[in-house]
């Protein structure tokens, strides 16, 4: 069965940047595709990037792009998102998913519990 | 990026109703849709993939359709665990969500 557990809360002052992992288990890791995406309280979905750890070359949206940084780490089927230069904006619960099959595209059939980062002085 | 333009915002519906969730997308998305289910505090829920096609375990009263720009999903008859938040997603790249539906009791 495959399960993704993330990394727990975190309180950021502005300006820091937080590192939030993701390890999965129960599946292969290397060849699917590892998606970070955001939720601020009371508000939608939002799509930050993605990478697959065979490749690892992410892509990240064009409002991210600078500012947040995915990486895999093959070795302990660990995914990362660093987010820099925090602002109270910033404050969001973080999933990782994985694609549900591993061609892509594909759905986000997996999901981790959300880590939620707190921006505040 | 691809617009992903979700209605209603907000649904009010009882037990045993049919409803009907639409998402359009500023361009065509050759049918990479999703639709998620999410409830409070709970990480989203993959309940249809590629428009039409419904995710193993999810009941067949969940289903999807549409193509090229426009899709629905449509809940036969709804039940009590059904009242949550629902969100599409094309995922053609870059990928992007809608706004969401919150379906609560009526």
């Known amino acids: 069965q495959v399960q993704l557990v993330q990394s727990g809360a975190e309180v950021k002052k502005p300006g820091s940047s937080v590192k939030v992992s993701c390890k999965t288990s129960?599946?292969?890791?290397?060849?699917?595709?590892i998606t970070w995406v955001r939720q601020a309280p009371g508000h939608g979905l939002e799509w930050m990037g993605r990478?697959?750890?065979?490749?690892?070359?992410?892509n990240y949206a064009q409002k991210f792009q600078g500012r947040v940084t995915i990486t895999a780490d093959k070795s302990t089927s660990t995914a990362y998102m660093e987010l820099s230069s925090l602002t109270f904006e910033d404050t969001a619960v973080y999933f990782c998913?994985?694609?549900?099959?591993?061609?892509?595209?594909?759905?986000?059939?997996?999901w981790g519990q959300g880590t939620l980062v707190t921006v505040s002085s | 990026d691809i617009q992903m333009t979700q209605s209603p915002p907000t649904l009010s519906a009882s037990v045993g109703d049919r409803v009907t969730i639409t998402c359009r997308a500023s361009?065509?998305?050759?049918?990479?849709l999703a639709w998620y289910q999410q409830k409070p505090g709970k990480a989203p829920k993959l309940l249809i993939y590629?428009?039409?096609s419904l995710e193993s375990g999810v009941p067949s009263r969940f289903s999807g359709s549409g193509s090229g720009t426009e899709f629905t999903l449509t809940i036969s008859s709804l039940q009590p665990d059904d009242f949550a938040t629902y969100y599409c997603?094309?995922?053609?790249?870059?990928?992007?969500f809608g706004q969401g539906t919150q379906v609560e009791i009526k």
């Open positions: 998913a994985r694609d549900r099959v591993v061609t892509v595209p594909a759905a986000l059939g997996y």
């Open positions: 129960g599946g292969p890791f290397s060849t699917y595709t």
């Open positions: 990478i697959i750890p065979i490749l690892g070359k992410p």
């Open positions: 361009q065509s998305i050759n049918n990479w």
């Open positions: 590629k428009a039409s």
């Open positions: 997603q094309q995922y053609n790249s870059p990928w992007t």
